[in-house]
Antibody, heavy 121, light 107 residues
Framework: QVQLQESGPGLVKPSQTVSLTCTVS??????????WSWIRHHPGKGLEWMGYIYYSGSTYYNPSLKTRLTISVDTSKNQFSLKLSSVTAADTAFYYC?????????????WGQGTLVTVSS | EIVLTQSPGTLSLSPGERATLSCRAS???????LAWFQHKPGQAPRLLIYGASTRATAIPDRFSGSGSGTDFTLTISRLEPEDFAVYYC?????????FGQGTKLEI
């Protein structure tokens, strides 16, 4: 059974870059067949889809974040990562990584527990 | 970008009652591209339904999904106390894979 675990700093200062990593166990990113996604949840608001990456490095970003967001993959460590630059208080949120099963009936079938990132000086 | 609009924003019901949640897409999408999630505070979202009507693994049969085109529905036939949460729909027809704004199901 696949498991995903987010890690990264809980507190980031405004204008800095937040870096988060998702470690995958029970599945190999390099095996293909899935896309690896980031989603965030602003407290008191809804879910926001941020983007995904394939093992090859191919990405798709939410246009609303495209200028600040970079998603990368390290198949040797079975991890994928998120970097969000120039953060503001509006980026305070729970950040989740998830596995996206594309194909005939696409869906996000496995999620990490999430990590809270607070942007504050 | 496909916008999903969920209604109502908040639904107040009691255990044992039937809940009907709506998700409307800004353009027609194939039913294979619509999923529903349950989200509780401090937890990861839980996949309930994908392909508009296929229950995910271990999801009780009181949860059902239906719909096509622009209108989709999640029905919970008999509410249990653990069902009170926020519910989101999500589309995979075209990226960005947007979510609806959520329906809060409260006692």
């Amino acid at each position: 059974q696949v498991q995903l675990q987010e890690s990264g700093p809980g507190l980031v200062k405004p204008s800095q870059t937040v870096s988060l990593t998702c470690t995958v166990s029970g599945d190999s990113i390099a095996s293909g067949g899935f896309y690896w996604s980031w989603i965030r949840h602003h407290p008191g608001k809804g879910l926001e889809w941020m983007g995904y990456i394939y093992y090859s490095g191919s990405t798709y970003y939410n246009p609303s974040l495209k200028t600040r967001l970079t998603i990368s993959v390290d198949t040797s460590k079975n991890q994928f990562s998120l970097k969000l630059s120039s953060v503001t208080a509006a980026d305070t949120a729970f950040y989740y990584c998830a596995r996206y099963r594309a194909g005939l009936l696409p869906h996000l079938d496995s999620w990490g527990q999430g990590t809270l990132v607070t942007v504050s000086s | 970008e496909i916008v999903l609009t969920q209604s109502p924003g908040t639904l107040s019901l009691s255990p044992g009652e039937r809940a009907t949640l709506s998700c409307r897409a800004s353009q027609s999408i194939s039913s294979v591209y619509l999923a529903w999630f349950q989200h509780k505070p401090g937890q990861a979202p839980r996949l309930l339904i994908y392909g508009a009507s296929t229950r995910a693994t271990a999801i009780p049969d009181r949860f059902s999904g239906s719909g096509s085109g622009t209108d989709f529905t999640l029905t919970i036939s008999r509410l249990e106390p653990e069902d009170f949460a926020v519910y989101y729909c999500q589309q995979f027809s075209s990226p960005p894979h947007t979510f609806g704004q959520g329906t809060k199901l409260e006692i």
